[in-house]
């Protein structure tokens, strides 16, 4: 990402991951936020990345990775005065110290400057049950002033005062047209897209499909190899099943190509936020079957008629089988793309964004 100075503009610095070289919701979110930002701020990016393969748990190389990032802050804070932090709030013990070391070199620097957390998680009150990580915690919250929630939900339960909290929802890289409508299909071409990890689903989207008809479904599934034993046990799962494609990631004009060309996106993940990639499918009209979890009815209503139940094949192949026989796909798909442009789009995210940065 190349975000050049220009000096009539505040300074902002960000620290954490981006893309291209880490892909996953949160860093995609960081990386449009600062490409809008940048009509308004001169931004320094001070990357932090760590391999994928550590998602979720606690590693050397994480420690090291975050201690240069750490010393690239520092540098970076002792050349320039910046009037705005920009990071997002961590829910794990290591990201929390992460999130206090962090903003302590930026307000010893920068005393007059303003903070902004971006949460890109549901599970707060997880993370919060924790006395080390409410300790720490505390400690953040007293260098922030401003808190940016995914969801509505969040505001009466995330304790910070009133003045901390906006809700800002997410939006999505770019925005694809509208899809041929299909109406009923005699194979229902069935897409999954997020990283091979378990909490994502893909275990139980792939053991049901195992035991779908070749003859009725197919399911192209496209994701980074973030852990690399259980992508391993995954290929073995459905070898000799042609109907299961594995792929790599994909991203840009071939990812909503392949949104373009599918019936129906299929995501039960175990725990979310706020994720995009359901954003991307309601841009193109894409229906989906999806769990309902973190803020997800949030995008979708609450009374979206393929929600399934996490961690269970019974009731993800009972949603499966009931899209197939849904007569009004067409009418659904037209739905949802309405629903995106009246509250997720790009333009109305890049509004709220400017203003939430202009306080």
């Given amino acids: 990402m190349n975000i050049h100075p220009l000096l009539n503009k505040r300074n902002l610095i960000f620290f954490g991951e981006t893309p291209p070289r880490t892909i996953h919701g949160a860093s995609i979110s960081s990386g449009i936020n600062l490409e809008m930002l940048q009509e308004d701020f001169h931004i320094e990016i001070v990357e932090e990345f760590a391999d994928l393969k550590y998602h979720g748990r606690f590693s050397l190389n994480k420690t090291f990775v975050f201690l240069r990032a750490i010393k690239k802050l520092k540098a970076?804070?002792?050349?320039?005065?910046?009037?705005?932090?920009?990071?997002?709030?961590?829910?794990?013990?290591f990201g929390i110290i992460k999130n206090y070391l962090a903003l302590s070199l930026y307000r010893r620097a920068n005393p007059a400057g303003k903070v902004y957390l971006h949460i890109h998680r549901s599970d707060f009150d997880r993370f919060n049950a924790s006395k080390l990580n409410r300790f720490f915690?505390?400690?953040?919250?007293?260098?922030?002033d401003r808190f940016i929630l995914l969801s509505a939900q969040q505001l009466d339960g995330f304790?910070?005062?009133?003045?901390?909290?906006v809700v800002l929802f997410n939006t999505i890289e770019q925005e694809g047209g509208a899809r041929v409508k299909t109406g009923q299909q005699e194979v229902l071409r069935c897409i999954y897209i997020a990283n091979y990890i378990e909490e994502k689903g893909i275990g139980e989207l792939t053991r049901v499909f195992c035991q779908l008809?070749?003859?009725?479904y197919r399911l192209d599934c496209y994701g980074n190899v973030t852990q690399p034993a259980y992508w391993e046990v995954l290929k073995a799962s459905v070898a000799g099943q042609e109907h299961i494609q594995l792929c790599q990631a994909i991203t840009g004009n071939d990812k909503f190509s392949?949104?373009?060309?599918?019936?129906?996106?299929?995501?039960?993940?175990?725990?979310?936020?706020?994720?995009?990639?359901?954003?991307?499918a309601m841009s193109v009209g894409l229906p989906v079957i999806t769990t309902r979890v973190g803020y997800v009815?949030?995008?979708?209503?609450?009374?979206?008629?393929?929600?399934?139940?996490?961690?269970?094949?019974?009731?993800l192949k009972d949603c499966i089988e009931r899209f197939r026989s849904y007569a009004d796909k067409d009418g659904l798909s037209e739905w949802l793309q309405q629903r995106y442009q009246a509250q997720f789009s790009r333009q109305s995210h890049k509004m709220k964004l400017k203003n939430i940065f202009s306080r």
């Avoid at 915690?137 to 922030?144: C, I, L, N």
């Avoid at 008809?213 to 009725?216: G, I, P, R, T």
């Avoid at 929600?307 to 094949?313: A, L, M, R, V």
């Fill in 159 to 165: 304790p910070a005062a009133a003045d901390k909290k």
């Fill in 258 to 280: 392949a949104l373009s060309a599918a019936d129906v996106f299929i995501f039960p993940s175990h725990n979310e936020g706020m994720p995009l990639v359901l954003l991307e």
């Fill in 76 to 93: 970076a804070l002792s050349h320039r005065a910046y009037d705005c932090y920009y990071g997002v709030l961590y829910f794990s013990l």
């Fill in 137 to 144: 915690f505390s400690k953040v919250q007293q260098m922030t």
């Fill in 297 to 315: 009815n949030e995008l979708l209503g609450d009374n979206y008629p393929f929600y399934c139940e996490p961690k269970n094949e019974a009731s």
């Fill in 213 to 216: 008809s070749a003859a009725d």
